[in-house]
């Protein structure tokens, strides 16, 4: 786990690691700011309209200093909101396996990464926020339509992937929820294998159509 | 619509029609404070732990008049926290239809119920406070365990009719946040049709395993 760039947490520590401590602590600083300015940006314009150079600008930096420590705007996002995960690289890395494993892969993923209580809490705080601020959940709902649907509907190339995608998000977030959220039982004690083997193959029917079990 | 005991507003108001004002406004305030304690007691010692001859204790009134403005335990619930619909008689209209159609007619039902602003935002309401509270997260979960998923497992009587009315839960779930609380697209827009006949047959394939179209 530490070295899978899907943990914020592990990405950080990595890039720490024999940094002399001087350096490392101004760097540190103009990091901080930059999440900071990212955060505030964020927040006012909504995911999709604000841009890396205009969190900079903000940050009162150089554009190339806030693409030297974010690879990209899902990057910067995730970090500002301290997300304890990033659905879009889950993504990727499911998309990367074999098409009929799509759905079993990101499940396995998710349920992997949210058994630990501090990433699942974390999550559960932002989902929390969303449905209570409009600001939130239009920043979320952006996100996960642009780094997330968008990128499986391109993949899969049918005309409905970007629907079947969004549906397939249905399953994967009250699957978080009903889990990790509200805790209903049976579900909430049930072994990581029993969750991947019920919620997968529906993620899987759900962006293209393979039959389940 | 009107004359469905689902929708707890319109109870309400059918049974107020007709009715003399004075002694109307009387009862309206005995209901009230029977209301009120049931919140209290539900917060304090969660759905299962309350009863409605303790309810009706902490109101100062006969057990009887709480049977006269009540019929159980959920009706009462349910209008301690304003749920705009009855999740427990959902089921069990669902359950009196045919076996294979009982995804089909829950989600049907939660649709026509929640693509009316005024019940969807509620629930939301709802969600909100139990993701982020753990006393409101306990509540909700022995309400849907108890009143939802337990009735669904004893008319199903497998044995793993438990856990997989719980997966079926986590679809439902599911779909409501991401349709009416994220607004994930375009989930959001589609017709209550492309829904129910995306959602339906998963829910239905959770609780009994049928085969997906």
Redesign the interface.
């Known amino acids: 786990m530490a070295t899978d760039p899907v943990f914020e947490g592990a990405k950080v520590s990595a890039r720490r690691r024999g940094r002399p401590v001087k350096s490392a602590a101004l760097a540190d600083d103009t990091r901080a700011t930059i999440v900071t300015s990212a955060a505030a940006e964020f927040s006012r314009d909504g995911y999709d309209a604000t841009s890396m150079r205009g969190i900079a600008r903000a940050a009162g930096v150089d554009p190339a200093l806030v693409r030297h420590y974010f690879s990209d705007k899902a990057d910067l996002f995730a970090e500002a909101i301290a997300a304890p995960m990033r659905p879009d690289r889950m993504v990727k890395k499911a998309l990367a396996g074999p098409r009929e494993q799509i759905g079993v892969n990101l499940v396995r993923y998710m349920v992997e990464t949210l058994d630990r209580p501090v990433a699942s809490e974390r999550v559960?705080?932002m989902?929390?926020t969303?449905?209570?601020q409009e600001f939130a959940?239009k920043m979320?709902?952006q996100f996960?339509?642009r780094e997330v649907?968008k990128r499986i509907a391109k993949e899969l190339g049918e005309e409905d992937s970007?629907?079947r995608a969004?549906?397939a998000?249905?399953?994967?977030?009250?699957?978080v929820?009903?889990?990790y959220?509200?805790?209903?039982?049976?579900?909430a004690s049930?072994s990581p294998d029993?969750v991947v083997n019920?919620?997968g193959p529906?993620v899987q029917?759900?962006l293209m159509g393979n039959?389940?079990p």
């Open positions: 559960i705080r989902l929390h969303a449905l209570g959940a979320l709902r996960i339509i649907l970007e629907l969004s549906f998000a249905t399953q994967i977030v009250g699957m929820v009903a889990r959220g509200i805790k209903i039982e049976p579900l049930a029993e019920r919620i529906v029917w759900h039959p389940l």
